[in-house]
């Protein structure tokens, strides 16, 4: 049964950690998938590549990025937003790969938000130093969707936060094949990524990749 494959999170290297109400990291759930979900990656950069944007106030962001999917999430000087084409082509983004919104559905499923069916996908690359700052993700029309995040390649520290910027940040170490997913009561919490730490992985070299996967369209649009 699929489940036995992809859902065994009984065994030591699929453990199960809630952060919050709404939020929880299923520890090595991707991993099987990880050579297929890269070399998926590879065809959408070939097609969409990673680029550093910039923020609305015109800094060079360290994470380097791309999009598959209907919807592509941008930011430049006229802010953040989703796009259904790439700027860099003006095209649009590559197709999402079919095992990517298997992955991002079953991964909700697991984590009790059935029938997900998102829209966008976000590609991060990350190299030594590369950092995303404390931030909410609220660029969606439908905040009642749950966002999957999953890790591949080098560790990495996500800082998990609470409702409002100030509050004080858990640190939780991310490794290949992890995922997080978030939604319900703590879909806009505030969360980053701290700098990057130098090193090499087997199957990436010296980057985390992350996939975030959103339905970033209005309700009921696919
Ligand atoms: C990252 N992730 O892990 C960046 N956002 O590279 C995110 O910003 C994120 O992992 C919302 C939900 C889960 C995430
Ligand atoms: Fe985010």
């Known amino acids: 049964m699929i489940d036995d494959l992809f859902c065994d999170l009984d065994s030591k290297d699929q453990r199960r950690e809630i952060l919050a109400d709404g939020a929880l990291v299923l520890h090595g759930f991707a991993r099987a998938q990880a050579p297929a979900l890269l070399a998926a990656i590879g065809e959408v950069a070939a097609a969409a590549p990673f680029r550093r944007m910039r923020t609305p106030g015109s800094l060079r962001m360290s994470v380097a990025m791309s999009n598959c999917g209907p919807l592509g999430w941008l930011s430049d000087r006229q802010g953040y937003r989703y796009a259904p084409l790439d700027p860099d082509s003006g095209k649009p983004w590559p197709t999402m790969p079919g095992l990517f919104g298997q992955l991002a559905q079953m991964a909700a499923t697991e984590a009790g938000f059935p029938g997900f069916a998102p829209d966008a996908c976000l590609i991060n690359r990350y190299e030594a130093g590369s950092k995303l700052s404390l931030h909410q ?3 969606e029309a439908d905040l009642g969707a749950p966002i999957v995040s999953v890790s591949l390649g080098l560790p990495a520290v996500f800082l998990f936060g ?12 991310l490794v290949h094949g992890d995922v997080v997913v978030w939604g319900g009561p703590a879909r806009l919490r505030y969360h980053g990524v701290q700098a990057l730490k130098d090193g090499r992985w087997p199957e990436t070299g010296n980057c985390r990749l992350n996939l975030t996967f959103r339905k970033a369209g209005p309700p009921g649009d696919q």
């Open 162 to 173: 609470g409702l409002k910027r100030n509050e004080p940040t858990t640190r939780v170490p």
């Open 137 to 139: 993700d609220k660029d």
